[in-house]
Antibody, heavy 125, light 107 residues
Framework: QVQLVQSGAEVRSPGSSVRVSCKASGDSFTNYPIDWVRQAPGQGFEWMGGKLPNFDPTNYAQKFQGRITITADESTSTAYMELSSLRSEDTAVYFC??????????????????WGVGTLVIVSS | DIQMTQSPSSLSASVGDRVTITCRASQGISTYLNWYQQTPNKAPKLLIYAASNLQSGVPSRFSGSGSGTEFTLTITSLQPEDFATYYCQQSYDTPRTFGPGTTVGIK
């Protein structure tokens, strides 16, 4: 059974940085990209970027370019998302999600088939 | 960026009802469309991938259809555990984008 276990809630001051981790188990870590998606309170989802472990480049949403770094540590099967220059609008639940295709679908459509439980990041002075 | 819209934004239904949710993309995305279900304070759950394929373990009362710019998610015979918020998401291009969600509430 695939599991993505995320790190705990964080409180940060404006202008600081936060790093959220996502430890994968139950399947080969290097076979699937891990993407990061956030959800502000009461809002919808916003894709931030993602990375296939042990493969470059990393794909970032333009909105977060320059502020976000997504990395992966093969040795611990853990993905990381670091967001810097935090502002109050970054208060959200941050999810990691596994990106998968399906054998019965020849289109190559990618879906988020497993998700972490989310990490609440609060940015407040 | 590809904009995704959903209608309605919310609806009220009873157990046993048939529910249909529509998702529209701002440009053609073929069948690169996924549907997710989210209950409060939980992570989303993949229901349908590539517009019409049922994810393993998802009950057959869920179905999806469409291609291009218009898609539907149908729940036949709504069950108590189906009261949730449903989101569509395109995987045609990056950035991946989601619809704003449709909340299915109890009538």
């Amino acid at each position: 059974q695939v599991q993505l276990v995320q790190s705990g809630a964080e409180v940060r001051s404006p202008g600081s940085s936060v790093r959220v981790s996502c430890k994968a188990s139950g399947d080969s870590f290097t076979n699937y990209p891990i993407d990061w998606v956030r959800q502000a309170p009461g809002q919808g989802f916003e894709w931030m970027g993602g990375k296939l472990p042990n493969f470059d480049p990393t794909n970032y949403a333009q909105k977060f370019q320059g502020r976000i770094t997504i990395t992966a540590d093969e040795s611990t099967s853990t993905a990381y998302m670091e967001l810097s220059s935090l502002r109050s609008e970054d208060t959200a639940v941050y999810f990691c999600a596994r990106v998968s295709t399906h054998d019965d679908d020849s289109s190559g459509n990618e879906a988020f088939d497993y998700w972490g439980v989310g990490t609440l990041v609060i940015v407040s002075s | 960026d590809i904009q995704m819209t959903q209608s309605p934004s919310s609806l009220s239904a009873s157990v046993g009802d048939r529910v249909t949710i529509t998702c529209r993309a701002s440009q053609g995305i073929s069948t690169y469309l996924n549907w997710y279900q989210q209950t409060p304070n939980k992570a989303p759950k993949l229901l349908i991938y590539a517009a019409s394929n049922l994810q393993s373990g998802v009950p057959s009362r869920f179905s999806g259809s469409g291609s291009g710019t218009e898609f539907t998610l149908t729940i036949t015979s709504l069950q108590p555990e189906d009261f949730a918020t449903y989101y569509c998401q395109q995987s045609y291009d990056t950035p991946r984008t989601f619809g704003p969600g449709t909340t299915v509430g109890i009538k």
